[in-house]
C-alpha cells in the first residue's frame, strides 16, 4: 500500500500557490578541484564541460539514501483520503537536476538575483517535488549548487533534504555505482479509492485520536506552565498581544529578493565568552541591530520601546549544551532527527541604541523562555499543526505558515553546522546560505547557518516589499562589528 500524505505535508501542497511556494533552498558554494578531465577520478568534478556531468553522476549515486525523491503525489479520486507517495514510472533526473550560467566571472550579485528568481518559482506537483541547479561562471574556479525541495518531501519522519546526502567530510568518499532502480506499479484509481475505505474501516477514529493527542498535550503544556505563574503570564500576553505593526507584515507578490552576509563564528564566541549567554543569544543580538538600522534608514518611527517579534524555532539540545558550556556547533546538525525541536517568540529590541544592552534583553528573554517552559506553549501550538520537521530550517518555514503574521513579524532560523570541510564528491564546500520561505503577510525571512568558521545568513524577501533586501544584509556584518566592539570596552 503507498504512503499516505501526513495531514500536515498535504496541507502544505494545498497551500502552495504563485504568491508562497511552500519549498525550502539552500545555495551551496562549492571549490572545485583542478584537475584535467582525463585525471579526475570518479565522482568528482573536471573541466567545466563535465561539471553538470559529474554533479549528475553524484546524485545518481546517492539517491538510494532518499528514495521519496523518485516518488510524485497522486490524488485519491473524489479526494476520498489524502494523497499518497507512488513511484514516478517517468521519472527524469535530467528534468530535476538542471543548468545554469552567469556571464563570467558572475558576482554575488547576479547569483543573488538568480536564486530569487529560481526560489519564485512553484515546484511541479505532477512530478517529484525537488530540483537542484548547478550554476557555472563564478570565478576562483568556483560553481554554485542550488537546491529546492518541497517541505511536503522534508517531512520529518522519511524526509532527508538531498544536500545532505551529498556533502561528506572526506574529500574521496567510498565510490558507490548507482543502484538499479525499477519504480513499483502505480496503483489505480479504484485500487486508491479501495485503499482508503480499508484504512476509513481500520482507523474510522483517526481524526478524533490527533484532536485528543493534541489536547492531551496542551493540557500537559498548561500544568506545567502552571508550576511557573509569572512564564504563564508571560506567555499569554506574547502570544495574545499582536505583533508591532510595520513594513515586514504586508501583503506579499510572487516574486523574491535575496541577500548574504557572512561572518566570522570566531566573533560570536568571543562576544558570548566575555558577555554570557549562547551563541544564538548573539544571533538574535545581530539580527536585532542590523534591523534597528534597516528600519532607521527607511525613516520608521523606532522609540526606546519599539519591538520587532521573531518566530525563532531552536534546538532543545543545541540550547542545553551552549548554555552548559558545552555546544558542538556540527552535533545536531550531522544528526537532525535526534533532539525535540522548541519554538519561541522573542521580542527583539530594535528600539535599544546600545549593542550590549541589546544583547542582554536578548539574553534575558531567551533564559526566561527556557525556565518559564514558554518554549512548551509554542510546541502546542505546533503539534496542533502536526509539524515534524528534520531541520530548522523547515520547521521555521512550516511554522511561519500557522503562527502567521497574528504572532510574530519575521522568522529567524539559526542551524548549527558542522566545524569541519565538507566535500560534494572532490569539490570543496566553502560557503552555504539558506533560503527559508516566506508566509502569507511575510515580506522577511532570515535563515542563518554556521559552517566550518562561518556563520551565513540568508535573506529571502518580498521583492516589492523589500527592495532593499540587500541594505540590511549589509548592516548585518555593521551589527556584529557594534558587538565585537563592546569585549574590549567591556
Not at 222 to 232: D, N
Not at 275 to 287: E, I, Y
Amino acid at each position: 500500500m503507498p504512503d499516505r500524505l501526513s495531514a500536515l505535508d498535504a496541507s502544505f501542497l494545498y497551500l502552495d500557490d504563485a504568491t508562497t511556494p511552500m519549498h525550502v533552498g539552500t545555495v551551496l558554494l562549492l571549490q572545485l578541484p583542478r584537475r584535467s578531465s582525463r585525471s579526475a577520478g570518479a565522482g568528482e568534478a573536471a573541466t567545466p564541460s563535465a561539471e553538470y556531468d559529474w554533479l549528475v553522476s553524484l546524485i545518481e549515486q546517492r539517491l538510494a539514501l532518499v528514495p521519496r525523491y523518485r516518488q510524485k503525489v497522486v490524488a485519491v479520486p473524489g479526494r476520498l483520503a489524502r494523497p499518497v507517495w507512488v513511484d514516478d514510472p517517468d521519472f527524469d533526473i535530467g528534468y530535476h537536476v538542471r543548468r545554469s550560467a552567469l556571464p563570467r566571472p558572475g558576482s554575488e550579485e547576479q547569483l543573488n538575483e538568480l536564486v530569487a528568481r529560481l526560489m519564485s518559482r512553484p515546484l511541479d506537483h505532477s512530478r517529484p517535488l525537488w530540483e537542484i541547479y548547478l550554476v557555472e561562471g563564478l570565478s576562483r574556479n568556483r560553481v554554485a549548487v542550488i537546491t529546492k525541495t518541497h517541505n511536503a518531501v522534508v517531512d520529518g519522519v522519511a524526509g532527508v533534504d538531498i544536500g545532505q546526502v551529498l556533502l561528506r567530510s572526506s574529500r574521496r568518499p567510498p565510490q558507490q555505482d548507482p543502484e538499479l532502480w525499477m519504480p513499483e506499479p502505480q496503483p489505480s484509481g479504484s485500487q486508491l479509492v479501495l485503499d482508503a475505505a480499508w484504512e476509513a474501516v481500520r482507523q474510522p477514529g483517526e481524526a478524533v485520536e490527533n484532536a485528543r493527542l493534541a489536547a492531551l498535550d496542551l493540557a500537559a503544556t498548561a500544568r506545567k506552565l502552571v508550576g511557573a505563574v509569572t512564564g504563564v503570564a508571560s506567555a499569554l500576553r506574547t502570544a495574545v498581544r499582536p505583533p508591532p505593526a510595520g513594513p515586514l507584515n504586508v501583503a506579499i507578490s510572487s516574486q523574491r529578493r535575496y541577500a548574504v552576509a557572512r561572518t566570522s563564528l570566531t566573533d560570536y564566541r568571543s562576544v558570548r565568552q566575555r558577555h554570557g549567554g549562547t551563541v544564538n543569544d548573539v544571533v538574535l543580538a545581530v539580527v536585532a541591530g542590523a534591523l534597528r538600522n534597516w528600519l532607521l534608514s527607511r525613516g520608521e518611527a523606532v522609540s526606546a520601546s519599539t519591538t520587532v517579534r521573531a518566530m525563532v524555532p531552536l534546538s532543545v539540545r543545541t540550547v542545553a549544551a551552549e548554555a552548559s558550556g558545552r555546544v558542538t556547533e556540527g552535533a545536531w546538525h550531522q544528526d537532525p532527527g535526534a533532539g525535540q525541536v522548541s519554538a519561541y517568540l522573542v521580542n527583539l529590541p530594535v528600539g535599544e541604541s546600545s549593542p550590549l544592552v541589546r544583547l542582554h534583553q536578548v539574553s534575558h528573554e531567551m533564559r526566561a523562555h527556557q525556565e518559564s517552559g514558554q518554549s512548551v506553549a509554542a510546541n502546542a501550538l505546533v503539534r496542533l499543526s502536526g509539524f515534524a520537521p528534520p531541520t530548522l530550517h523547515a520547521l521555521g518555514a512550516r511554522a511561519a505558515n500557522s503562527f502567521s503574521q497574528r504572532l510574530f513579524n519575521v522568522m529567524v532560523t539559526n542551524v548549527p553546522g558542522p566545524q569541519v570541510p565538507l566535500y560534494a564528491g572532490g569539490a570543496r564546500m566553502r560557503e552555504m546560505f539558506p533560503v527559508v520561505p516566506l508566509a502569507k503577510n511575510q515580506a522577511l525571512s532570515v535563515g542563518v547557518t554556521s559552517y566550518d568558521g562561518g556563520v551565513y545568513y540568508g535573506l529571502n524577501g518580498d521583492r516589492d516589499a523589500m527592495f532593499d533586501v540587500d541594505v540590511l544584509a549589509g548592516m548585518i556584518n555593521e551589527s556584529v562589528e557594534e558587538l565585537v566592539g563592546t569585549v574590549g570596552a567591556a
